[in-house]
């Protein structure tokens, strides 16, 4: 029986590779190799390569020509499972005969192949002959020879690999932009790279054979043995493979954080270990500054909602025997706005936040949840005694405000609600004492306001009402009631229309068009959430795709995804068929993320995402700056663009605090090279600074509202152009 095996299958099937696909590995030595097996094997025909299945490529061949040998399917001849093959005439059999290089040119007849093994023993590359006739094997000790030219061939092939792997390490020690300290198995210090001396001050020289410890002092570590652990490898099996951050003083004394990570690193004698050191001090400096400013209410400096959640989290987490929450909404504010204007609105707010700070006792944590309520948390409490202390805040004998020369009186509801270990049986979460307390705020409003009312049972009838609401949406997307609406997304240096934005609209039964407001939060967490998602795709994909350009042109679409969408693992699947549907090409299509996504533990969201932006999908962060996740969404996903909330942008004219968080999100976006677009554009003199601080596009009334498909489509018809924002115009700090 023949050592070589007749192929019973395809001729080109696929060969195993362990040697990396880009290694530089043509040179004279492999065309030596060639050259001597068409010689001693008398084969016009001899192909030399690496690779394995369509990855393979020829990297020495003789008889051939350039054309063929850059696509051979010799090389696809063998593989691990079939590490020999010989046909002695592919023409005259019915599984090769139709072959493009059995069929066409050169017209191979006989061919025989053998994989090349590595060291390790696997497959690494093919070695095969060929001939335009049919032959019945190879000549004499022909099989001796190709193994033999086949183990040259693989010591050549390695040799190479072990050469670039050195240079690759020379590189990666001589590099500047990390530093790189080998210690030995004594955890000496023996080799750093210019890195590194720039980093810790000291020469080369001086530093080699101190101890590791010497240049991350304990004292400086946050936790000085989980450090001493860790650099001596004594954290785990795994230690090479988990970052660690330590902290050593730079040359200007500051103190500096490191990003580190261990490596194996052969030495001369032993194995060694090579710590690679990146500088992440302005990076952890920008994520604290952003989270600062995400976790206080630029107006009234107090703690937002994000903040006060946090300590709620913390509360509820560490065993407190109870916990109290209070919700205090102004009864009157908006009449405040309407009659004396949103700037003493604004400082009307102001004024209960200082007075909320003084009355107050030390051990009770206040912020501000977002427009007119403010949050008070008391930490060991009973209901009975919270009832006593939040009756002084709606008392009517409380002096007026004064605010710009006007005298306000702001009256009060409040809901309170407690939770006491032992009597409410399980754990709550923070987000559920926040709903509890909701409830009784919205009692007391009800109720005529200028008062308090403490959370019961009943009220669970709130929720009942909620899932009522759940059912008409089920139905509305069964029946066809939601809609999508186009709002035009602007280039500000040219005022052309380049984008929209898909915005789900609601045409009820009997209450006519609802706005997101009025449902959008109840259908996220409905289980429809993901079926509504996936037509949203589809519409607006379809739409879309007929578009006209504009000014030639292409007009994007943005869609939100609701956080299932992400979670479910099928949004890949679902945009994928919503693009081959419609005919948009991928690049048309931007999908929005918000914080409730990047909250979300696990990485199914970052695969999926990352895939579909590899395809082509632009991907962009949501509402930026309004959570304290936005920096470690930058961090997880690769985003094209952030979108500036319109709550910054409403009034940063006036406001200095909204101002410099659109500054700070500007700087970090320009920082990582993102592009901005900012919602909620009012009025030209907010175009203009946008334009300025390098904002590259925006949407909002200054515009076009949210338009019906129909209406989009006569609004793109007519070609509007805003006024462009020149550098010129804009003279705004």
Request: proline residues 4%; glycine residues 10%.
């Amino acid at each position: 029986m023949p050592r070589f095996a007749d192929h019973a299958g395809a001729p080109w099937s696929g060969i195993g590779n362990d040697l990396p696909s880009d290694i530089a590995v043509s040179g004279e030595e492999f065309d030596d190799v060639v050259s001597l097996a068409a010689r001693l094997l008398d084969a016009p025909i001899v192909v030399l390569g690496i690779g394995h299945g369509d990855d393979s490529r020829v990297i020495a061949q003789h008889g051939l020509g350039p054309a063929t040998a850059a696509d051979n399917a010799l090389l696809r001849a063998t593989g691990t499972e079939l590490p020999r093959l010989l046909v002695a005439d592919a023409g005259a059999d019915a599984r090769f005969r139709d072959d493009p290089i059995i069929a066409g040119e050169p017209g191979i007849r006989f061919f025989a192949a053998l994989a090349i093994t590595g060291a390790d023993g696997h497959c690494i590359g093919t070695l095969a002959i060929a001939d335009t006739v049919a032959r019945t094997g190879l000549p004499g000790d022909g099989e001796q020879v190709l193994e033999r030219l086949s183990r040259l061939a693989a010591r050549l092939l390695e040799r190479r690999q072990l050469q670039r792997r050195n240079r690759i390490a020379a590189q990666i020690m001589q590099a500047d932009f990390s530093a790189v300290v080998v210690i030995d198995g004594s955890n000496s210090v023996v080799f750093v790279n210019r890195a590194a001396e720039a980093l810790f001050g000291g020469r080369a020289r001086g530093m080699r054979g101190m101890p590791i410890e010497a240049l991350f002092a304990a004292h400086l570590q946050p936790d000085p043995a989980a450090a001493e652990a860790w650099l001596r490898g004594e954290s785990g099996p795994n230690a090479e493979l988990g970052p660690f951050n330590l902290q050593v003083q730079g040359r200007g004394q500051e103190l500096r954080t490191l990003e580190a990570a261990r490596c194996a690193w052969p030495l001369t004698q032993g194995q060694g270990v090579a710590l690679v050191l990146r500088d992440i001090t302005q990076r952890l400096a920008q994520q604290e500054h952003l989270r600062r400013i995400a976790m206080v209410d630029a107006l009234t400096g107090l703690p937002n909602r994000n903040a006060l959640v946090e300590v709620l989290d913390t509360y509820l987490q560490s065993g407190m025997h109870s916990l109290g929450l209070v919700l205090l909404g102004l009864d009157n504010f908006k009449a405040v706005n309407d009659t004396l204007g949103h700037a003493n609105g604004d400082a009307a707010l102001q004024a209960v936040a200082e007075r909320l700070r003084t009355v107050l006792p030390e051990d009770t944590a206040v912020a501000r949840f977002g427009g007119d309520e403010f949050a008070i948390v008391y930490p060991e409490v009973d209901a009975d005694a919270l009832e006593q202390r939040v009756a002084n805040l709606v008392a009517s004998d409380r002096p007026p405000f004064e605010v710009n020369g006007h005298s306000i009186h702001l009256d009060a509801s409040i809901g309170l609600a407690v939770f006491t270990h032992g009597d409410d049986g399980a754990a709550i979460a923070a987000n559920d004492l926040v709903a509890r307390a909701d409830l009784a705020l919205y009692k007391a409003k009800a109720n005529g306001g200028r008062q308090y009312c403490r959370f019961e049972l009943g009220m669970r009838r709130e929720i009942n009402a909620r899932r009522m609401l759940d059912l008409e949406l089920r139905r509305a997307h069964v029946q066809g009631e939601f809609e999508l609406h186009y709002q035009p997304q602007i280039d500000l240096a040219s005022g052309t229309t380049v984008g929209a934005e898909a915005l789900l609209r609601w045409r009820h039964p009997q209450r006519g068009l609802l706005l997101p407001v009025d449902f959008i939060e109840a259908l996220g967490a409905s289980p429809v959430a993901a079926d509504v998602g996936r037509w949203i795709l589809r519409q607006a994909c379809h739409d879309a795709a007929r578009w006209p350009k504009v000014d030639g042109r292409e007009v994007a679409i943005s869609i939100n995804l609701f956080p299932v969408q992400v979670t479910n693992g099928r949004l890949q699947d679902e945009v994928e068929q919503a693009l081959a549907d419609s005919g948009l090409h991928p690049s048309r299509l931007e999908l929005e993320i918000t914080e409730n996504i990047a909250l979300r533990p696990g990485d199914l969201a970052s695969r999926s995402l990352g895939t579909l932006r590899e395809r082509g999908v632009r991907l962009a962060f949501d509402d930026f700056g309004t959570g304290y996740a936005s920096l470690s969404m930058l961090q997880r996903f690769r985003i094209d663009r952030v979108k500036i909330d319109r709550s910054f942008v409403r009034d940063m004219l006036a406001n200095h605090g909204d101002a410099a968080i659109v500054r700070s999100i500007m700087l970090i976006s320009h920082n990582l090279e993102l592009e901005v677009i900012a919602e909620g554009v009012e009025n030209v003199d907010q175009a203009e600074l946008l334009h300025t601080l390098g904002c590259q596009g925006a949407q909002g009334f200054l515009y076009a509202p949210a338009l019906a498909a129909s209406a989009f489509d006569a609004w793109l018809a007519s070609e509007p152009r805003a006024i462009p924002v020149s550098s010129q115009e804009c003279q705004h700090g």
